[in-house]
């Protein structure tokens, strides 16, 4: 059994090493997951990986901030995140909120959220050089070339936003409920004022989902006894238990309406907890599931990068990052076909 990042799956299915697992485990296992968990660990009709544990964000803001700005809440959407960016700056010269764009392109997922698919529906081909995509990159850009987000947001991953907001860079940034428990031991003046809603959405509606799995490997001298292991790690009892231990979500769609996750929690990190398991129904997985991601990443980035920091034409970097990965797109095809 091999414990796989959901993005992985279909990488080693298409080198033959991972085991379907439709004739090794019974249909009630398989039925019993969250449908948005196994989506990405399915192929070809093939479901390679039971999902084990989950994640997804939540906005983390400092309620304080937000007050003497004149708001009482977060934004829902990112076209509210953009406007409340902006007038957050213009009434006190900081910063709203840090996203990454450009290092790890969380763009990619954003357009996704807006109901852009960035590939088409057999992933051969390139689909977000399109008036909806360009439409959105461009807000972000020019969101960023205003000034109202830190320099930060094309030169630092994901992982800075937590050290923005505990310095007091930022206001508000989504990341998952155990970062809390990192403020509280770090900042615990800033924990008093920090406050907890759902995570940002798009005009598709869906919060992202993060998977981790388990797989069978293809050479396993019992691949019945490494499925059957599988299934009893991802049990509900077993995920509810796990997450007792650690803040991460059951993929067992029952277990999430346990107490733990549903009853009235006074605490800020029982209250995130809540809000985290309930939008948990509705997430997916907005990161593609594609054999050549890391590749088709790094041109997005580098194709975008000069459009956020100098004078190059978005119509110029979207259609260039649409022709490399086409070719990136192609090359993974043929590949496939060996």
Known sequence: MVNLPADFIRKYAELGALAPLDTLLSPEVQASYLPAAVDPLTMDGATYAVPWYLSTQIVIYDRARLEAAGFD????????????????????????????????????????????????????????????????????????????????????????????????????????????????????????????????????GSRNLAVMSLAVANRSAN???????????????????????????????????????????????????????????????????LSNYNRLQESFKSSLLRTFKDDRSLDDAMAEAQEDWNKILEEGARYESR
């Open 223 to 289: 691949p019945q006894a490494a499925a059957d292991w599988a299934a009893f790690v991802t049990n509900g009892p077993n995920q509810l238990a796990f997450s007792r231990i650690v803040p991460v979500f059951p993929s067992v769609t029952s277990t999430l309406s346990d107490p733990y996750f549903t009853s009235d929690d006074s605490t800020l990190i029982g209250r995130a907890r809540g809000i985290a398991a309930g939008q948990l129904i509705g997430s997916r997985v907005l990161k593609p599931s």
């Open 73 to 204: 809440t977060p934004p829902q959407t990112y076209d509210e995140l953009l406007a409340f960016a902006h007038t957050f700056h213009e009434r006190t010269g900081d910063y709203a909120f840090f996203t990454n764009l450009i290092v790890e392109s969380d763009l990619i997922e954003v357009l996704e959220a807006e109901g852009v698919p960035v590939v088409n529906e057999d992933q051969t081909r390139a689909a977000f050089n399109t008036p909806r995509g360009r439409e959105v990159l461009a807000a972000w850009r020019d969101a960023f070339r205003s000034g109202t987000m830190p320099r930060e947001s094309i030169a630092q991953p994901r992982s800075a936003a937590l050290r923005l907001y505990q310095s007091g860079t930022i206001a508000l940034f989504t990341g998952g409920p155990q970062f809390l428990r990192i403020v509280e031991e770090n900042a615990p003046s800033l924990f008093a004022d920090t406050d907890v809603a759902p995570a940002i959405v798009g005009a598709e």
